[in-house]
């Protein structure tokens, strides 16, 4: 065996049998066939012995040659089978995270929730403080200390919700108004007093177009030095305003509630005609929308509030959200708020 002409034999063929691998479980097998114990470059390297002195210098080297050629030769097949691999595994397990995720629908909130928030931030800009109390109230605080004596009709069970529980003197019920948080609230802290109350109140009404048994009030209360009736309507002027727009507005009719004198009813003009259009979707043409009780504190409510009525005066107002909700949006039946359903309420998302 010459082995300078072996290695050449092995080094021409080496190019083509790494060429031929096309996965890395065969270029390793071509490996062992060029470079293995049983490959011409192994037999020459076994033969090294048994070659003559003379020669042994040229056939190392050439050796070494050979060897480092077919090296190379597999070093780049086996980067360029690598490559393709990772590319390969980079196509097959690729996330596109441009793709839309699992979207959840969101939800939002009812829409008596909206108009009450909006309600509120609108006195909360002015000054006036949040306040609640209890849903559960006793009879003192929705009617006696508000001036309601025990004759007035809507203290009978027909139109307010007692609750059976402890001495029946107590008259426990379901609040009819967010007012008693007024008596409470005068009870507890000093004056000056500019509160908001937003809630849930109660009535045994029967479901309907205009009525429900739970529904919600927002009721303000202001007592300072010095309040006349002129600061009611100018507060309640600038909320129609801030709610309905800058071009709105009001006037007051006398009306009867037992803790205010004077009391009044509060029109706003119509936001959709501005002035009676005949046949107007939200007024009818009468050119006016009814929102909303107030009046001036009655002097007996501030007393039994612990307050001096020869010092301190105050106004008092009260609305419902659902009234505002669906003059605003134009909806026809107070039913819709309650029937959950979604293709009614997405429209307020």
């Known amino acids: 065996m010459d082995p300078i002409r072996t290695l050449d034999e092995a080094?021409?063929?080496?190019?083509?049998?790494?060429?031929?691998?096309?996965?890395?479980?065969?270029?390793?097998?071509?490996?062992?066939?060029?470079?293995?114990?049983?490959?011409?470059v192994g037999e020459v390297r076994r033969a090294m012995g048994d070659v003559d002195a003379s020669r042994r210098p040229a056939v190392g080297s050439k050796l070494h040659e050979v060897t480092a050629h077919i090296e190379r030769l597999l070093a780049a097949k086996r980067n360029d089978l690598g490559r393709a691999e990772e590319e390969r595994r980079l196509a097959e397990e690729r996330i596109d995270v441009t793709l839309e995720s699992v979207v959840f629908p969101r939800g939002a909130l009812h829409p008596i929730q909206q108009t009450i928030d909006e309600v509120v931030d609108i006195f909360v800009s002015l000054g006036y403080r949040v306040a609640s109390g209890p849903e559960a109230e006793l009879g003192w605080y929705n009617f006696d200390a508000l001036n309601t004596p025990p004759t007035h009709p809507s203290r009978l069970e027909s139109d307010t919700m007692y609750l059976d529980w402890g001495d029946p003197r107590d008259e426990v019920l379901l609040r009819t108004q967010t007012s008693p948080v007024q008596a409470r609230w005068m009870e507890a802290n000093d004056p000056p007093v500019y509160i908001v109350v937003p809630g849930r109140t109660y009535r045994t009404d029967t479901i309907d177009a205009t009525h429900l048994p739970v529904f919600h009030q927002i009721e303000g209360l202001a007592v300072d030095t010095d309040i006349v009736f002129g600061d009611l309507k100018g507060t309640l002027l600038h909320f129609a305003r801030e709610f309905f727009g800058p071009r709105t507005t009001v006037r007051l009719r006398p009306s009867f509630f037992p803790f205010t004198e004077p009391s009044a009813e509060l029109d706003v003009s119509c936001f959709a005609c501005e002035g009676g259009e005949p046949g107007c979707r939200?007024?009818?043409g009468a050119?006016?929308?009814?929102?909303?009780?107030?009046?001036?504190?009655?002097?007996?409510?501030?007393?039994?509030?612990?307050?001096?009525?020869?010092?301190?005066?105050?106004?008092?107002?009260?609305?419902?959200?659902?009234?505002?909700?669906?003059?605003?949006?134009?909806?026809?039946?107070?039913?819709?708020?309650?029937?959950?359903?979604?293709?009614?309420?997405?429209?307020?998302?």
């Open 11 to 40: 080094a021409a063929a080496a190019p083509e049998m790494v060429d031929a691998a096309s996965t890395l479980d065969e270029l390793e097998q071509a490996e062992t066939a060029l470079l293995g114990r049983s490959s011409a």
């Open 282 to 284: 939200v007024c009818g």
């Open 287 to 349: 050119g006016w929308l009814e929102m909303l009780g107030c009046g001036m504190v009655d002097p007996h409510v501030l007393e039994t509030g612990g307050y001096d009525s020869t010092r301190l005066s105050g106004f008092a107002f009260g609305m419902g959200p659902e009234r505002l909700t669906m003059v605003r949006h134009g909806i026809a039946s107070m039913r819709h708020f309650i029937d959950n359903d979604l293709r009614f309420l997405g429209q307020f998302g």
